[in-house]
T-cell receptor, first 115, second 114 residues
């Protein structure tokens, strides 16, 4: 079974600084997809960024970028120029390739942003 | 944008009651999911449905059942609520099997069983 590990239960960052959230996963698949979701206090889970395993280029969405290391099975999220609205729980998730049906989530990292 | 609506934001029920959690999506998605979220445990899949009247057990189905009579609605049923089912319940949907764009989530129902 696939597992997703987020080793940092909590992190904090100063406003306008950069923070990196870690995620590792375990799989024997070669085709899969990785996601970062954000859950603010409003509880609505929002997709932040996604990465296809077959793409070597790291995904980027505005201030959010990933460092995808396929051999190391690592998928970290970098938030640049942190804003107060970035404070949330962040979940890393894994989905196998074709024919899969579910996401497997990590346990989450709570990010606090210090003004 | 797809909207996933969970009928209750907060719910308090008594032990032994039958509880229905409702989830509705408005964009003709085939797949729907129920997760529970607990501190330190992340999200765990209870049940999912890949189409109308179809259902599959997830990782923690014990004590739960589901119903999907219409494509847009996926109900989670606690046949006899117990205190260990106090949790946050999240519903999600996805366009179809194998879609790689991730899920759309509802805002969650925080259930307290007393």
């Amino acid at each position: 079974a696939q597992t997703v590990t987020q080793s940092q239960p909590e992190m904090s960052v100063q406003e306008a600084e950069t923070v990196t959230l870690s995620c590792t996963y375990d799989t024997s698949e070669s085709d899969y997809y990785l996601f970062w979701y954000k859950q603010p206090p409003s509880r609505q889970m929002i997709l932040v960024i996604r990465q296809e395993a077959y793409k070597q280029q790291n995904a980027t969405e505005n201030r959010f970028s990933v460092n995808f290391q396929k051999a190391a099975k690592s998928f970290s999220l970098k938030i640049s120029d942190s804003q107060l609205g970035d404070a949330a729980m962040y979940f890393c998730a894994y989905q196998p390739g074709a024919g899969s049906y579910q996401l497997t989530f990590g346990k989450g990292t709570k990010l606090s942003v210090i003004p | 944008d797809v909207k996933v609506t969970q009928s209750s934001r907060y719910l308090v029920k008594r032990t032994g009651e039958k509880v229905f959690l409702e989830c509705v999506q408005d964009m003709d998605h085939e797949n729907m999911f129920w997760y529970r979220q607990d501190p330190g445990l992340g999200l765990r899949l209870i049940y999912f449905s890949y189409d109308v009247k179809m259902k599959e057990k997830g990782d923690i189905p014990e004590g739960y059942s589901v119903s999907r009579e219409k494509k847009e609605r996926f109900s989670l049923i606690l046949e006899s609520a117990s205190t260990n089912q106090t949790s946050m319940y999240l519903c999600a949907s996805r366009l179809k099997w194998g879609d790689r764009r991730g899920y759309t989530f509802g805002s969650g129902t925080r259930l307290t069983v007393v």
